[in-house]
């Protein structure tokens, strides 16, 4: 009887060892099922902090990357910083570039040392330096210390070989004096002056017109500037670009007196202009958009 009970004792222990072993089994096996879904989750949340779903996240704490792109300035999020917008690199180095191949000329034209034009410059004529295109440049420079002609020679190394370029200036003297010089780099020459409807009618009836590009770096006074405007913008090819440098100096003490007939200033005009691309109103026809830097804008003409 006494053998029998140990028997019975042994057995029980032998089920509870079992009973107890295959509890532990059970719970490792749970523990290890655990910790392959916190990885894969993890794995998961690793992923998605390299691609962006506008769903998933909250988007009031987002910051924009840059993306690699030849034409567009894409911008994708990530929320991995807090960095500041990070300005597309092509962007950058297209005005760089325009910097540097002025930069590199002797006597380097004031657009890029004086002033900031290489960041308009760089941005908008890159986008055309690869195709012949006729250009029109008001001011050769004959008023500047270095002496006339740096910004031309801008336009010859910056510009597509086949392109037409226009030069026009007051000084008449001057421009016959290097007209020759500039004849040389396939440069054509305008003269007068740029407030005078007569003038401008010439340099369009002598150049034909149809500018994809027009540069007006003249005598700055807001009626040269606007005159200007009114006669050449008809002339601008669709998709070409006015560019107006020195603004600043519409505000200038001598060019208080020269306001024009309505009394405001030619800045005063692309601020009107711009409200109207916002809201609509009276603006010039075709204008697709301004973009202002220090002391310059440019004008964009509907394709």
């Known amino acids: 009887m006494r053998k029998q009970v140990e028997n019975v004792k042994i057995m029980l222990a032998f089920a509870i060892g079992c009973i107890c072993f295959y509890i532990m089994q059970l719970i490792s096996i749970q523990q290890q099922r655990s910790l392959e879904k916190i990885n894969k989750e993890s794995n998961i949340d690793n992923d998605s902090s390299h691609s962006f779903n506008k769903d998933m996240c909250d988007c009031t704490s987002i910051n924009p990357i840059k993306v690699e792109n030849e034409n567009l300035n894409h911008i994708l ?29 002797i006597p380097t034209t004031d657009k890029v040392t004086t002033h900031s034009y290489h960041i308009m410059y760089g941005i908008f004529l890159n986008l055309m330096k690869h195709h012949k295109i006729k250009f029109l440049e008001i001011g050769l420079g004959c008023d500047m210390f270095y002496g006339p002609g740096a910004s031309s020679r801008l336009w010859n ?13 007051i000084d008449k003297t001057c421009v016959q004096k290097y007209s ?52 050449l913008w008809p002339t601008l090819k669709n998709g070409g670009f006015y560019f107006i440098e020195d603004m600043h100096v519409a505000y200038n003490v001598d060019a208080w007196q020269d306001r024009l007939e309505n009394g405001l200033t030619m800045p005063d005009h692309i601020f009107q202009w711009t409200k109207s691309l916002l809201v609509g109103g009276e603006k010039p026809h075709d204008l697709q958009f301004i973009f202002c830097q220090h002391e310059a804008c440019v004008l964009k003409k509907a394709d």
């Open 157 to 169: 190394a910056y510009l597509h070989k086949d392109s037409e370029i226009w030069m026009a200036d």
């Open 180 to 231: 020759e010089q500039l004849k040389e780099s396939n440069i054509k020459t305008l003269i007068g002056s740029q407030d005078s409807i007569e003038t401008l009618k010439l340099w369009i009836q002598q150049s034909g017109g149809n500018f994809d590009i027009i540069v007006d770096d003249g005598g700055h006074k807001n009626t040269h500037i606007k005159t200007s405007f009114d006669y």
């Open 77 to 105: 999020y990530d929320n991995s910083n807090q960095n500041n917008l990070i300005v597309h690199k092509h962007i950058k180095d297209d005005i760089e570039d325009f910097r540097a191949a002025a930069s590199s000329l």
